[in-house]
């Protein structure tokens, strides 16, 4: 019951991250249907830029809260700006192209973006400096630190801020019309471009956070960290259901829980045969499994077929 | 042809013949002007091709968005490994385990296509390349409890393919010309892939390329013209596989070595990319996406050499450099051409991957502007 408890508060730190990811996934493809394969690498760089903050002002002695939330904005600030960027040069121009098109330069921009930051860099971990607290509770038999509840808070706090903008704001409201139909939110006065450009600064905006708290969280960063976080966190959009808000932050926790409930106890089930590094087989079976039987995701509206 | 001079285009036949001529002798070129080396990339071109050509009925002709694909490619690979190396101490002969291979594949093609028969577009995307994962991940850890895989390590000392007793794995006198191994495996992969070709061409012009094309644009309506649109799909995925899962065997049999290293989810993405950049659907597009893709990283490895032409002296580490400017190349290049350099002449429209009146609204912009 411990080992349970203990990996679904795992699962629920890694999961809530993954929603933060997914998010930016599923506004971009509410609104154009593109797979936004370089969101991995902006998260990526979010982190990068925290860190390329963090360790030189650490070394000049400033304060440890003053130096994180000038980390913070300083990676969401870039992020934002690569984001909107990113938009501009690679996806407006294709944007009356073939359906795959923007996909290949969006798998243009995830090279560019990884080897640039290996180049920038440079090829090895950069450690994340011990600076954050490091206490821990113990809560139904499970220890939680103090860096997974704040990791979880911020997370649901975004989340909550985010579903406030999209309900109940101007933009919000020309964000969804834009969802809808294009078209018709252009003919009412909705400046689509600033919309679809609000939607990429959003999203990486989160994207920069996630970075950061991956990077806290396992004490790393890596030019190559944004890959694999992209591809669950792409995973978790469609497993709840892409281009729905709540079915990403739904799916990222999911994803989550089932990978690190899939780490702890895939043993057992198959009888030793299979160790933990099946978490990712684990995951993915799951979320056939999911797809086979809700085609559309957990909270899927759209229906596949026309009617 | 359609860009080559007057005389040649009437003359087809000497076309072809000119062709034909340049593509025999072209790793001799290769070998002598560019470095033995290059004669290794011409037969990776090759393999890409027949995998381009194998991914192209799912994607162009099918409409099927397929992001596990290298996972054929690494079913045909690994058994060519086992039955073909010391791995399980098996030797048998490559005429017996390419067509088991291809076999094998094929049939996890229709495995993967059967529960996702329902999926659309991006799902199916995200299906497959879970599915791809998979493949991977289970060949990166089947060494325990019993070592099927040999793991992360991969399986070494394959076989090289042997006709007859004449090894392709060693070099060789022929009519006083040293022909080195590359060369001889250039030669046997370009037969496969003019096979690959052959087939690919009369796929599509067949009575399946017709229906594959009717999905593709119209499920519900290809299934009320009577077409049966769960066999025609299944078909999509294991022909594509097929031939995924020959150009794994030629794969491990020419490199002697496979790991799963070979096999991850950048591979799959980048034959789609082929595909997409050559031009969906049509054959010497997607050739050319193949060629290209696969020479552009080689070639930019001599990114220092022009580095120090132009400047004097090394600034960056080619090797550093090569991917970024790849990748940029890849956008410069979609957005130069964004259906592709050759796109097909029936179909600009691209594979939708949902329908839907939106859709529909969109893809009559997307004719207007073709």
Known sequence: MDIFVQQLVNGLVLGSIYALVALGYTMVYGILELINFAHGEVTMIGAMVALAVIVPLLGAGLPVALVLLLAILAAVAACMALGYTIERIAYRPLRRAPRLAPLITAIGVSIVLQ????????????????????????????????????????SVLIMIGLTFLVERTRLGRAMRATAQSREVAELMGVNVNTVI??????????????????????????????FMLGLKAFSAAVLGGIGNL?????????????????????????????????????????????????????????VAQRA | MRNGPEWLRRHPGFAYGLLAALLAVLPFIVGAGLGKGWVRVLDFALLYTMLALGLNIVVGYAGLLDLGYIAFYA??????????????????????????GAMLAGSFGALLGAPTLRLRGDYLAIVTLGFGEIIRIFMNNLDQPVNITNGPQGINLIDPISIGGFSLGT????????????????????????????VAMRLQDSRIGRAWAAIREDEIAAA?????TRNVKLLAFAMGATFGGLAGGLFAAFQGFISPESFNLMESVMILCMIVLGGMGNIPGVILGAVLLTVLPEALRYL????????????????????????????????????????????????????GVAEQEQASLYDAQA
Do not use: C, K
């Open chain 1, 115 to 154: 080897n640039a930051a290996m180049l920038i860099w440079g090829r090895g971990y950069i450690s994340f400096p011990p600076i954050l607290p490091e206490g821990a509770h113990q809560i139904l038999g499970a220890v939680v630190t103090d860096l997974q509840m704040v990791i979880v808070g911020l």
């Open chain 1, 246 to 302: 709540a079915g990403a932050m739904l799916g990222g926790l999911l994803l989550g829980v089932i990978e690190a409930l899939g780490a702890g106890y895939i043993g057992d089930l198959t009888g030793g045969f299979l160790g933990s590094n099946y978490q990712d087989v684990f995951a993915f079976m799951v979320l056939i499994m999911v797809l086979v039987f809700r085609p559309s995701g957990l909270l899927g509206e759209r």
């Open chain 1, 197 to 226: 450009s609000a939607t990429f600064i959003i999203g990486s905006a989160l994207a920069a956070i996630a970075g950061i708290m991956v990077s806290a969280y396992y004490g790393l960063a890596h030019y190559y960290m944004g």
């Open chain 2, 224 to 228: 009320a013209m009577g077409i049966n």
């Open chain 2, 171 to 198: 070099p060789h006198t022929l009519l006083g010309v040293h022909v080195f191994p590359p060369t001889l495996y250039y030669y046997l992969f370009l037969a496969f892939t003019l096979f690959t070709i052959f």
């Open chain 2, 304 to 355: 220092g050499d022009w580095q120090r032409a132009a400047l004097g002296h090394v600034v960056v580490d080619p090797n550093d450099l090569r991917m970024l400017v790849f990748g940029l190349a890849m956008v410069a290049m979609m957005l130069f051409r964004p259906a592709g350099f050759l796109p097909s002449r029936q179909r600009r429209r691209e594979f939708r991957a949902e329908d």
């Open chain 2, 75 to 100: 079913l045909g690979a690994y058994l060519f490994a086992w039955l073909s190396s010391p791995q399980f101490g098996l030797h048998l002969p490559f005429w017996l385990v390419l067509p088991l």
